[in-house]
């Protein structure tokens, strides 16, 4: 206590502020347990569903990404563009109508999740706003 009233250059008003800031923190992180726990007895399935929904719709636009590059790589060889010794690996995959496909679907599982999800959290919503009523 004795440092920061003979810091000379205003570090009271920064480690007030610091104090402050942990002090906010902890009583966010508190009420973030509350609100879980009071979702959590509303219904857990409906709170376990939307959290895997946030995760696979967070994954899939790395699985796009990964099938457009196959896609692209097999158009590609298919045009004999592709740099020597580029091309054995990729031929030992799967067929480019395969890759097609799997990327379309990656594509079109995004388009059904996002209304998914929001009809789940509207009826979570509903759901919690029966518990507290």
Do not use: F, K
Request: hydrophobic fraction near 55%; proline fraction near 5%.
């Amino acid at each position: 206590m004795a440092n920061t009233a003979t810091s000379g250059s205003g570090g009271g008003s920064g480690s007030r502020s610091l104090l402050g800031l942990v002090e906010r923190s902890r009583a966010s992180a508190r009420l973030l347990a509350l609100a879980l726990r009071l979702a959590w007895r509303a219904s857990r399935p409906l709170l376990l569903g939307i959290g895997l929904l946030a995760l696979i719709e967070a994954g899939l636009p790395l699985v796009q990404l990964a099938l457009t590059r196959e896609v692209l790589d097999g158009l590609l060889e298919l045009a004999g563009v592709r740099p020597p010794g580029a091309g054995a690996a990729a031929s030992a995959g799967p067929p480019l109508v395969a890759w097609i496909a799997l990327a379309a679907l990656a594509l079109g599982a995004g388009r059904v999740l996002q209304p998914l999800s929001a009809a789940l959290e509207a009826l979570a919503g509903d759901r919690l706003t029966g518990q507290v009523t």
